[in-house]
């Protein structure tokens, strides 16, 4: 079945730092991947989505690139904040319309130093 | 994209009891998803909402222990029942607009369970 592998955390940086969550995936067909984010106390935002190879998703000064040679959508900041601290989900919705549920990877703490 | 409400935001339920929780969307949605999520962990999909019928369950997730009602497009509610301490979590209603690959999913704020 589909399934997503995401880097383990918690990560910590310095502000201004560089960025790099990892996230591979397993899935037939063409599924569309996407990033979402948990601020402490909150629901689940969406932040951003690829849906075919090739394509680049970007918010709010993140990047993630859908590599199907890879099976990968890391995900990049060049220049973190402190106000970034949250969790970092990379999910996984299914090609077929049978599959259309959305799985999620372990999550990764992010908590940026001033 | 959709609004979605969830009450209550959080309750301490004695064991033995069943908690009903209430998703609101702002605007018709195609699919409706319950997700459990335990604390600091990720999120495990309970089932999909289907509207005027069964919900589809997944693996671990049984309809006795986790009834599911889905009335019409905007409106899902889920029961956790006969509750042990085990079923503390949070527990997160999804939507969506379609149910097609490309299209993302939005989350209300989550119901906080704590069995007591």
């Known amino acids: 079945g589909n399934s997503v592998t995401q880097m383990e955390g918690p990560v910590t940086l310095s502000e201004e730092a560089f960025l790099t969550i990892n996230c591979t995936y397993t899935?037939?067909?063409?599924?569309?991947l996407f990033w979402y984010v948990q601020y402490p106390g909150e629901g689940l935002q969406l932040l951003l989505k690829?849906?075919?190879?090739?394509d680049k998703g970007s918010n709010k000064g993140f990047e993630a690139t859908y590599r199907k040679e890879t099976t990968s959508f890391h995900l990049e900041k060049g220049s973190v904040q402190v106000s970034d601290s949250a969790v970092y989900f990379c999910?996984?919705?299914?090609?077929?319309?049978?599959?259309?549920?959305?799985?999620f990877g372990s999550g990764t703490r992010l908590s940026i130093r001033p | 994209s959709a609004v979605i409400s969830q009450k209550p935001s959080r309750d301490i339920c004695q064991r033995g009891t069943s908690l009903t929780i209430q998703c609101q969307v702002d605007?018709?949605?195609?699919?409706m998803f319950w997700y459990r999520q335990q604390p600091g962990q990720s999120l495990t999909l309970i089932a999909t909402?289907?509207?005027?019928?069964?919900?589809?369950?997944e693996s671990g997730f049984v309809i006795d222990k986790f009834p599911i009602s889905r009335p019409n497009l905007t409106f899902s509610t889920l029961t956790v029942s006969n509750m042990s301490p085990e079923d503390s979590s949070i527990y997160l209603c999804?939507?969506?607009?379609?149910?097609?690959?490309?299209?993302?999913?939005?989350f209300g704020q989550g119901t906080r369970l704590t069995v007591v």
């Open positions: 999910a996984l919705r299914g090609w077929y319309s049978s599959a259309s549920k959305i799985i």
């Open positions: 899935a037939t067909g063409y599924p569309s």
């Open positions: 690829a849906t075919k190879a090739d």
């Open positions: 605007s018709q949605v195609t699919m």
């Open positions: 909402a289907n509207q005027g019928s069964e919900a589809t369950y």
């Open positions: 999804s939507g969506s607009g379609t149910g097609s690959a490309d299209t993302e999913a939005f």
